[in-house]
């Protein structure tokens, strides 16, 4: 059975940092694209970076240039350090193994002075 179980979330200032992880077990985790996506009430899940088998990444627009998402393949873990924390950047951020539809249960992250 896949399990995704994400962690680091909190409440953080604008403009501080916070680290994600997102542990996998239950896959081939190494051969599956994962994702990061976050959700705000009332709006849909919306997609905030990607990474390949290979570790091509991808981002939102909104994120470019203040997130970034790695992996590691030993560890079954896959992370979204996420510098320059905006208000806007308040959400429950969830993992994705996007080859299985697998999410994880999500991680609150609240971007408050």
């Known amino acids: 059975q896949v399990q995704l179980v994400e962690s680091g979330g909190g409440l953080v200032q604008p403009g501080g940092s916070l680290r994600l992880s997102c542990a996998a077990s239950g896959s081939i985790f190494s051969l599956n694209t994962m994702g990061w996506y976050r959700q705000t009430p009332g709006k849909q899940r919306e997609l905030v970076a990607t990474?390949?088998?290979?570790?091509?990444?991808n981002y939102a627009d909104s994120v470019k240039g203040r997130f970034t998402i790695s992996r590691d393949n030993a560890k079954n873990t896959v992370y979204l350090q996420m510098n320059s924390l905006k208000p806007e950047d308040t959400a429950v951020y969830y993992c994705q193994d996007q080859f299985l539809g697998y999410w994880g249960q999500g991680t609150q992250v609240t971007v408050s002075s």
């Open positions: 990474i390949t088998s290979g570790g091509s990444t």
